[in-house]
């Protein structure tokens, strides 16, 4: 008898947790809608364009100035997220924040050249630099009110994937 209930009370509570947790919206369901691509397709000095949309997320491969893979992943509803993931083929002499930080930098003004749709990482890259001193790898450090950024690096045998997050929420 105890464990008929034991079983329905487990059962009970399995059904609560399920009803719950709710499956997160997909983006077309989020007030900023589906994301969408950041770089056009036939842009000079972009190659290899590809953007994927998903439900819960996008992605946009690219290649910048024939050199630079770029991985940008946009996710998020209510609080989006955009993580460039900078492809460095060459592993760096110095691996300290202060490194990284600038190199972010210096690809966002790169970018932000390319053309008049990519101004606003200019502002970015302004911003990231007047805060370069506050920054520590993989953490997120709040800009302004409702904007974090995050730098990070993965070391590879063949590189360094450098990672950039701008976000709402850390």
């Known amino acids: ?3 008929l209930k034991f079983c329905l009370l487990c059962l009970v509570l399995a059904a609560t947790a399920c009803q719950q947790n709710k499956a997160p919206r997909q983006l077309k369901d989020c007030p900023m809608g589906v994301p969408k691509p950041v770089f056009p397709a036939q842009m000079p000095g972009v190659s290899s364009h590809r953007f994927t949309p998903e439900p819960y997320s996008a992605t946009e491969e690219l290649i910048l100035a ?3 893979p770029l ?5 998020g509803c209510e ?5 460039f993931r900078f492809t460095i ?13 600038n190199k972010c930098v210096e690809i966002l003004y790169a970018i932000s050249g ?7 990482l200019a502002a970015w890259a302004q911003t990231v630099e007047d805060s370069s001193p506050n920054f520590i790898l993989g953490e997120s450090l709040l800009i302004q009110q409702g904007a974090y950024v995050t730098i990070d690096r993965i070391p590879s045998a063949e590189g360094v994937i450098l990672l950039l997050t701008l976000s709402a929420e850390p």
């Open 89 to 101: 083929l060459r592993r760096p002499e110095r691996d300290d924040s202060a490194f990284w930080v």
């Open 71 to 75: 991985t940008l992943i946009q996710s």
């Open 79 to 83: 609080a989006p997220v955009q993580e």
């Open 1 to 3: 008898m105890n464990k």
């Open 66 to 68: 024939d050199t630079l």
């Open 114 to 120: 390319m053309g008049n749709e990519l101004l606003p």
